[in-house]
C-alpha cells in the first residue's frame, strides 16, 4: 500500500523560507509525478508545482519563489519555499500519479498525503 508523508511545515515569518519534504513508501518504482498542492481556510485545493522526468510546472502565484525537486531513488519530493507570503498560508498537500498528463488537476492524482500546516505571519 502505498503511503505518502509529508514533513517540514511549520511557523514562519513573512520573507522567510520553508523546506516541505515528501516521503513515499510501498513501491519500489518511481511513480510518473509528484506534485504539491495546498489548501487555505475556506478555499478549495490548489495545484502549487508538480515534477515529471525532466520538467516542472508551477501556479503562478509561486512562481520565482517556489521550487520542486524529487528524488528518485527515494521516492521522495520537495517543495523549497522561499520569500514566503502571508497568502502561502495553507495546508500543503504531497500528490503522485502514475499517468501523464494533467499535472495540474488534483483529480488526476492516484495517491496524497495527509498535509502538513505552512503558516506565514505578517
Known amino acids: 500500500q502505498v503511503q505518502l508523508v509529508e514533513s517540514g511545515g511549520g511557523l514562519v515569518q513573512a520573507g522567510g523560507s520553508l523546506r516541505l519534504s515528501c516521503a513515499a513508501s510501498?513501491?519500489?518504482?518511481?511513480?510518473?509525478?509528484m506534485g504539491w498542492f495546498r489548501q487555505a481556510p475556506g478555499k478549495e485545493r490548489e495545484f502549487v508545482a508538480a515534477s515529471r522526468w525532466s520538467a516542472e510546472y508551477y501556479a503562478d502565484s509561486v512562481k520565482g519563489r517556489f521550487t520542486i525537486s524529487r528524488d528518485n531513488a527515494k521516492n521522495t519530493v520537495y517543495l523549497q519555499m522561499n520569500s514566503l507570503k502571508p497568502e502561502d498560508t495553507a495546508v500543503y498537500y504531497c500528490?503522485?500519479?502514475?499517468?501523464?498528463?494533467?499535472?495540474?488537476?488534483?483529480?488526476?492524482?492516484?495517491?496524497w498525503g495527509q498535509g502538513t500546516q505552512v503558516t506565514v505571519s505578517s
Open positions: 510501498g513501491r519500489t518504482f518511481s511513480f510518473h509525478a
Open positions: 500528490a503522485a500519479k502514475d499517468s501523464s498528463g494533467s499535472y495540474g488537476y488534483e483529480r488526476a492524482y492516484d495517491y
